[in-house]
Each structure stands twice: as structure tokens, then as C-alpha cells.
């Protein structure tokens, strides 16, 4: 007949499943109450690519409206053009945004041929109005500590000088 209270093993094994709870529990609470950084693209340089692939060095201008510094351990970014997929990036660069302060993150992306012959495709068949603007879309995630991601999203619209949509 098992005793009518639980066994000191079994206590100790509570206690310890709550001691490592407990801190997991509290970071939530804290990152739940952050708000969200907000990522602009800075700027855009050409990399050397392979076959029929462009490569670019895409550079993100990560802002913090938070006031506990933002850690990161890798980044991922997918960028869309016309809302149709441009490319996609990764990074394994590591780093810290400071509280109230921002900081230029530089990822590698990769475009594959058959995404420039879809934009090239769509630029050509929609029009001279569609030629003046250019829509895009960029959404990606810094991971963080503990499997915490801040993700974001950001998009806009990109005037094209007149020259480069001009008709021969």
C-alpha cells in the first residue's frame, strides 16, 4: 500500500520542474510586452553570383523603440517585388540593437533567374503606369534568445527615375 504522501523524490522533482519554469515564464511576460522593431531597407549592392543567379548584399536599418537593448543570433529575409517573390536571404551575423537606438544589419540575398524572368515579364506586359512605381514587401525575423524572434514587415512603393522607364 503506497504511502498517503507523496515521496520526498517526488517533491524534489516539483521543485525543480517549477525553479526552471519560472524564469522561462518571466522572459515571455517580458518579450510579450515589447513592441515591434521597425526594419527599413538602407541599401542594395550587387555580390558575384553563380549561373543564372544574382546576388545582392541587402542592408536593414533595424530601429528599437524598446527600452531593453534587442539581441540577435541570425537573420532571415524574404523580399517581394509586384507581390510576386524577388529573393530570399539569411544571415548568421549575431549582434545587439540598443534600447531606443538602431543598427545596419547586412544579409546576403539571393535571386534565382526564374524570379527576374517573372519581373521582367510583368514590368514589360503591365503598362506604361506600371512602369513609374514599384511596389515591394520585406518580411523576415531576427531570432533572438531563448527562441525568441522579433519578426517584422515592411513595405512601400519605389519611383523609378524616368530614364530607366523610358521607351526607345
Do not use: W
Not at 525543480?16 to 522593431?37: I, N, T, W
Not at 527600452?67 to 536571404?89: H, T
Not at 522579433?150 to 526607345?168: N, T
Amino acid at each position: 500500500m503506497p504511502p498517503p504522501y507523496p515521496s520526498r523524490r517526488l517533491c524534489l522533482r516539483h521543485a525543480a520542474s517549477a525553479a526552471l519554469a519560472l524564469p522561462l515564464l518571466s522572459a515571455c511576460a517580458v518579450l510579450s510586452g515589447r513592441d515591434p522593431v521597425k526594419v527599413d531597407l538602407a541599401g542594395l549592392d550587387s555580390l558575384p553570383g553563380e549561373g543564372m543567379e544574382l546576388r545582392f548584399m541587402v542592408k536593414l536599418r533595424v530601429q528599437n523603440p524598446n527600452d531593453n537593448p534587442l539581441e540577435y543570433d541570425g537573420v532571415a529575409i524574404d523580399i517581394d517585388l509586384r507581390d510576386m517573390r524577388l529573393g530570399s536571404g539569411v544571415s548568421d551575423a549575431r549582434g545587439t540593437v540598443p534600447r531606443f537606438g538602431e543598427a545596419v544589419i547586412a544579409v546576403p540575398m539571393t535571386v534565382s533567374g526564374l524570379a527576374i524572368a517573372r519581373q521582367l515579364f510583368a514590368l514589360l506586359s503591365g503598362g506604361e503606369g506600371s512602369l513609374q512605381r514599384v511596389s515591394y514587401a520585406l518580411r523576415g525575423k531576427l531570432n533572438g534568445p531563448l527562441f525568441a524572434a522579433a519578426r517584422f514587415e515592411s513595405s512601400g512603393e519605389i519611383a523609378l527615375p524616368k530614364a530607366a522607364v523610358a521607351k526607345p
